[in-house]
């Protein structure tokens, strides 16, 4: 029996209608004024007309149907398993120095003040606004609406049904994995993806994440090369260009057109030097973003990327795909009605109007469900507050539990040789925003977004004449790649995600598994919106798609 979550409402009994002429004559209006009130022309009276709807459930049924179909839901929501939500033991184990504290006030050793993570532990719990209220801040800058992990949302799984694996902890040979490829990611900023085969800079990379002994990143034949280097395990995104079709083309919105090439920054480096690094933790906020190009290009390297996700609003990369599909004339997945109708047409249902408003209204409910993950759950500190525990550690003021390969990695030394510090470079004058890392709002949002798009194209169709950007992001010229036959058009839905959480990391902001992680989150947030909006339909529908992890799903 399933669990009993909301109480019927009695029926009402039907009431007699109201007799509007007899109910004016007797308030003394008589029966000119009925006359007036029934047509609006005085001496022309006319009968109530009889009820002129129609349709298979109408009236009071239709009012049961619709509640029917309410409380389905919410048995939906309500009956969906209620997981465990562990973390990774670092905040017990390693108390003040490795979880998320940027913004708070810290020591010398950029160390949180324990009395004020203490203010923020009691507002976490206790939900109260005026514990909200009495966080201590170290500088001006404010924290990342931490109450937004509370909120309950109509549609779809409620957080507390979402869940993400804990988070590699900084003594752990993933995490240095994870780091070093973000030290990677920063000396490679500038290197055009188009180059990546030639670049002295990209094999050192590729060598030294060959090293360590638990990168998780995509390989072929075992080893890390030039085309896996930087990108997701996604089915499609390791084939073809790095940059995803989506961001090659201009796309029509009604009369208007979006353009491909958009705003990059200039090559500038922020947050080398301990000083800075320690005033960006407490929460100074240097009031100025990073310089930009004159000249709009196409994303054709990692500080373009890292550019492009500074500044879009988070669904912006779905919505541009969206109208790219629906203006290359994509097929819709089989199982939309409208592919087999053929006296009616889609408009108000299943239609590019349905669709857009769908791939939008998932990013808001995807954010709330990673923002509980956040603040609620796991913590995890930054990589650049990480880079100043490995600045510490390997200047000798401070000793912490990080796991050895980071301290002797290649990657940490060329830093050291370039910038004097052994902090993580940042392209962005006031680096990351300030609410934890794990796991990323960015790639949640591109998990939910391109699992709708997933499920209504028919994401296993090849991509046509597939592009690839050139060495300066102002054209593209036709992609002759072996693996151009196999690009679909799922393969490039998952890459435009990847781009866009990779994005986050080449910006040095994210770690891979906040990218990894938050786009299996946002999957699941918008299969279960397409689960609960199901019911909601007259047309008999399905979607199939094929998931981050591989598998293929019809709902």
């Not at 009431?15 to 047509?39: K, S, Y």
């Not at 047309?539 to 992890?549: I, N």
Request: with cysteine; proline share 8%; glycine share 8%.
């Amino acid at each position: 029996m399933k669990p009993k979550i909301c109480t019927t409402p009695p029926d009402a009994a039907a009431a007699d209608p109201v007799d509007r002429r007899a109910f004016l004559t007797r308030v003394g209006l008589g029966a000119g004024a009925a006359a007036l009130t029934m047509t609006g022309i005085p001496g022309t009276p006319m009968q109530p007309r009889a009820k002129a709807e129609i349709g298979p459930i109408l009236g009071e049924k239709r009012r049961k149907k619709v509640r029917e179909v309410r409380y389905k839901a919410a048995d939906i929501a309500y009956n969906r398993p209620l997981p465990s939500h562990p973390d990774n033991g670092e905040e017990a184990a390693y108390p003040y120095v490795a979880n998320f504290s940027k913004g708070m006030p810290h020591n010398s050793l950029g160390e949180v003040d324990p009395v004020a993570y203490a203010a923020l532990i009691h507002a976490l719990t206790t939900g109260s606004e005026a514990a909200f209220e009495s966080i201590p801040l170290g500088g001006t800058r404010k924290l990342r609406n931490p109450q937004c992990g509370l909120a309950t949302d109509l549609e779809g799984p409620d957080c507390s049904h979402l869940a993400m694996p804990p988070a590699p902890r900084i003594d752990s040979p993933e995490n240095s994995g994870e780091i070093i490829e973000l030290y990677w990611m920063a000396l490679c900023r500038d290197v055009p993806f188009s180059r990546y085969d030639t670049d002295a800079t990209v094999a050192a990379a590729c060598a030294d994440l060959n090293q360590c002994s638990d990168f998780r990143g995509p390989k072929m034949l075992g080893q890390v090369t030039p085309q896996t280097l930087f990108r997701f395990s996604t089915p499609g995104d390791v084939v073809g260009p790095y940059v995803s079709q989506f961001f090659m083309a201009d796309v029509n919105i009604g009369a208007q057109v979006i353009p491909a090439r958009m705003t990059v920054g200039l090559p500038a480096t922020y947050m080398t030097t301990y000083a800075d690094w320690l005033a960006i933790q407490n929460g100074f906020d240097p009031g100025a973003l990073e310089p930009f190009d004159s000249v709009k290009r196409m994303p054709r390297n990692g500080r373009d990327l890292a550019t492009y996700v500074h500044l879009d609003l988070l669904y912006q990369a779905y919505f541009v795909a969206t109208l790219r599909l629906m203006g290359m004339g994509a097929a819709v997945d089989a199982g939309n009605p409208y592919t087999r109708y053929t006296r009616t047409d889609a408009f108000g249902t299943f239609s590019p109007m349905h669709l857009m408003s769908l791939v939008t209204e998932v990013a808001t409910r995807a954010l709330k469900a990673v923002w509980f993950q956040k603040w609620y759950v796991h913590r995890r500190l930054r990589p650049e507050e990480f880079g100043g525990r490995i600045h510490n550690h390997l200047t000798g003021v401070a000793s912490y539990p990080i796991d050895a390969e980071v301290l002797n990695s290649q990657a940490v030394a060329d830093v050291f040789s370039q910038y004097g510090t052994y902090l993580l470079p940042q392209p962005w004058p006031e680096a990351c925003p300030l609410h934890p890392a794990y796991g990323s709002g960015h790639a949640t949002v591109a998990g939910a977004c391109v699992t709708i798009l997933k499920a209504w194209f028919d994401d296993e169709a090849q991509w046509p004449n597939p592009m690839e950007v050139v060495a300066n992001g102002t054209d593209v010229r036709p992609y002759r790649g072996l693996d151009a036959g196999q690009m679909t058009i799922g393969g490039e839905l998952n890459k435009v995600a990847a781009n866009v959480a990779s994005g986050r990391n080449m910006g040095g902001i994210h770690w891979r598994t906040d990218g990894v992680e938050g786009l299996k989150l946002g999957e699941a947030v918008a299969i279960g919106i397409l689960e609960e909006q199901k019911l909601t339909y007259q047309e008999p529908h399905s979607f199939s798609l094929t998931k981050f992890d591989g598998t293929r799903i019809t709902i």
